[in-house]
């Protein structure tokens, strides 16, 4: 493609700033459609942002010949869905994260994809953000010597929006988005570790309802081990009395220390001293693993975020949530 023109299905708060924009900010990429189910929200946002198209329904946005690729920004309980449609219109899709709401529906999107020939990514943008691309370099330099464990967690209060029963947000309903809050950000993290450690292969946890205040798990605590033999333990918590966010790798030579979410100090901890990387993210976040996308759609070069790896946080988290 000399140009990927794009269009989005689900123009909502993600993609206001954190990847919408970006489309049309990546060289050879632009934004050329938008579909919401409400129409007057569809054109608003085609208004604001310079968008020339859109639509209340996705089947028409899909076979828009002018849209090259598609952009899947709704709850993970319509993904499959819209994914197969334009895989099956030779279309390659950028579905939000998590992939889907399950590991079985990943692999059919995953499936359909190879069967048609057609690129399947998602939106695990970390993966080529600056700050995980360096502690990806930390470890392949060997500066903490070999990584033994890994220890995650992530708290947060209960917050507002999740007290009100009769109008629960989709993120802590299962029926929509496959899990609660430790699915909808908790996968960030799964992902990463992914990433720079390589695939989960072993997992034991359990998920408990610990508020009662919504249908979704509201914490989660586990143990993973790696194909490569490190370890690792994970405690997420949506009703502590904090946020709090911290990702420690340990070596035998040193440790890194660093959060999920935000873009506060990288700790490089060796011989006893510390160095603390300040990395800033991008103004629009997902504009780094855009770039990567298009570049592999123009055949210059790969994107680190595809179905294949997706597909491997899920099963991480249906072993959790959805064990058989």
């Not at 993609?15 to 060289?27: C, I, M, N, R």
């Not at 310079?50 to 639509?55: A, E, I, S």
């Not at 899709?93 to 399950?102: D, Q, W």
């Not at 988290?317 to 064990?323: E, I, K, T």
Request: aromatic share 8%; charged share 20%.
């Amino acid at each position: 493609m000399k140009t990927v023109r794009w269009g989005i299905i689900g123009c909502g708060a993600v993609t206001e700033l954190k990847s919408g924009p970006a489309f049309s900010k990546v060289p050879g990429s632009s934004l050329v459609a938008v579909m919401r189910r409400d129409v007057a929200k569809a054109r608003d946002y085609a208004e604001r942002h310079g968008v020339p198209r859109w639509y209340d329904d996705a089947a028409q946005l899909i076979a828009d010949t002018e849209v090259d690729a598609v952009y899947i920004a709704t709850p993970p309980s319509s993904h499959r869905a819209y994914a197969l449609q334009a895989i099956a219109a030779g279309k390659p899709v950028y579905i939000e994260k998590p992939m889907a709401l399950n590991h079985c529906e990943c692999l059919d999107i995953v499936e359909a994809g190879r069967a048609a020939n057609v690129p399947v990514f998602v939106a695990y943008y970390r993966r080529a953000l600056p700050r995980f691309t360096t502690i990806a370099g930390l470890l392949r330099d060997g500066v903490i010597g070999t990584p033994r464990f890994v220890n995650v967690v992530l708290h947060h209060p209960f917050e507002a929006q999740y007290q009100d029963p009769a109008n629960l947000p989709w993120r802590v309903r299962p029926e929509l988005s496959g899990g609660g809050i430790f699915v909808d950000i908790g996968s960030h993290t799964l992902d990463i570790l992914d990433f720079l450690l390589g695939p989960i292969t072993e997992v034991h946890g359990m998920a408990r309802n610990q508020l009662g205040a919504y249908p979704a798990e509201d914490a989660v605590a586990m143990a993973f081990a790696f194909g490569n033999g490190m370890l690792g333990t994970g405690l997420w918590n949506f009703g502590a009395d904090r946020r709090e966010d911290r990702v420690e790798i340990v070596g035998d030579r040193g440790r890194l220390v660093f959060a999920t979410f935000g873009d506060g100090p990288i700790q490089v901890e060796t011989d006893g001293k510390v160095d603390n990387l300040l990395i800033e993210n991008p103004a629009h976040i997902q504009q780094p693993l855009i770039t990567t996308m298009v570049q592999a759609l123009r055949g210059e070069g790969a994107c680190p975020s595809t179905g294949e790896t997706a597909a491997r946080t899920n099963w991480v988290m249906d072993q959790v949530l959805n064990p058989t």
